[in-house]
């Protein structure tokens, strides 16, 4: 397994407070991921970076805020969480899509958040 | 919204092949299928992907269409571990943006039975 790992692995929070959550890998990849899992929605792609301090949105953003300031560390930030963001949280990693002509991406073991 | 379609559920026997259809009749030149599958309360796991020719690894096989249309999933001798959620995802990371983001629908329930 890629070397993805996420913490907390499980948190109970409540509504209104922050929540950060953190991914860490030791595999050097420069392209990290923020996805939620939800029931009928499959994963969705909150947010990503394609390198130390570069990120972008994903589709579904909003409520989030992420950062990057080592390759092996991306963080994802609920300002002030809602019961709308509870959910399955999973990271994943993934070479240069463009250099390496595979977009292969690995994923991490999620974090279960309940915000009550 | 995903661009495949799969059937929602499947079973197989246990030994025997599990072949898994994917639709994507939408594909365009530069996207590749991709299929990942989710073991129960883990993260999604990558399998297998292509772009035109069929390909083979340690976990599968996939057969791609020379239409590019559709394309099926083989595990040659499934197991009770492959009881699994699989997706099946046409992803373009030679798009305008800097990476493929793969998008992942509601996917194909494989319940391998002994």
């Known amino acids: 397994d890629a070397g993805i790992t996420q913490s907390p692995r499980h948190k109970v929070t409540e509504t209104g407070t922050p929540v950060t959550l953190r991914c860490h890998q030791t595999e050097n990849h420069r392209y990290m991921y923020w996805y939620r899992q939800d029931p009928g929605h499959g994963l969705r792609l909150i947010h990503y970076s394609y390198g130390v301090k570069d990120t972008d949105k994903g589709e579904v953003s909003d409520g989030y805020s992420v950062s990057r300031s080592k390759t092996e560390d991306f963080l994802l930030t609920l300002e002030s969480a809602t019961s709308s963001q509870t959910s399955v949280y999973f990271c994943?990693?993934?070479?240069?899509?463009?250099?390496?002509?595979?977009?292969?991406?690995?994923f991490g073991p999620g974090t279960r958040l309940t915000v009550l | 919204d995903a661009k495949t379609t799969q059937p929602t559920s499947m079973d197989c026997a246990e030994g025997r092949a599990a072949n898994l259809p994917c639709n994507h009749s939408?594909?365009?030149?530069?996207?590749?299928v991709y299929w990942y599958r989710q073991i129960h309360s883990q993260g999604p796991q990558y399998i297998i992907h292509?772009?035109?020719n069929n390909e083979t690894n340690e976990m599968a096989s996939l057969i791609i269409t020379e239409d590019r249309k559709s394309s099926t999933l083989i595990l040659p001798h499934a197991t009770l571990r492959d009881t699994a959620v699989y997706y099946c995802i046409d992803n373009d990371f030679h798009g305008s943006s800097n990476t493929g983001k793969l998008i992942f629908g509601q996917g194909t329930t494989l319940q391998v039975k002994p």
């Open positions: 994943a990693i993934s070479e240069s899509p463009r250099v390496k002509s595979t977009d292969t991406q690995y």
């Open positions: 292509g772009l035109k």
């Open positions: 939408t594909i365009s030149g530069n996207e590749y």
